[in-house]
Nanobody
């Protein structure tokens, strides 16, 4: 059973940058969609973006000018680069993997079942 572990969260000031990492304990032996979600305090999980098995990237319109997703398959690691952070970016960030070739549309990711979840990493942005 593959496990996911996020790292890189922490506190930062508005305008700063953070890079989150999500490392899988082993390579997936099937096609997967790797996604990032975030959950603001008191809110539900919302999709931030994902990268599918072909490397196609999707990212939420609300952050596409500031965030990007990449992966290093040799390291079994998914990244979320967050620039120009805003206080509303604060929350718990989760990575997840879904056994499917394609990623759901970002705005609907929260509706889909994902097979693997990390434990989350907290991001706090102060103004």
């Amino acid at each position: 059973q593959v496990t996911l572990m996020e790292s890189g969260g922490g506190s930062g000031q508005a305008g700063g940058s953070l890079r989150l990492s999500c490392t899988a304990s082993a390579p997936f032996d099937v096609d997967v969609c790797m996604s990032w979600f975030r959950q603001a305090p008191g809110g539900g999980r919302a999709g931030v973006g994902g990268i599918d098995s072909s490397g196609s990237l999707s990212i939420a319109d609300s952050v596409k000018d500031r965030f990007t997703i990449s992966q290093d398959k040799d390291k079994n690691t998914l990244y979320l680069q967050m620039n120009n952070l805003k206080p509303e970016d604060s929350g718990m960030y989760y990575c997840a993997a879904r056994r499917t070739r394609w990623c759901p549309a970002v705005e609907y990711m929260y509706r889909f079942d994902y097979n693997y979840w990390g434990q989350g990493t907290q991001v706090t942005v102060s103004s």
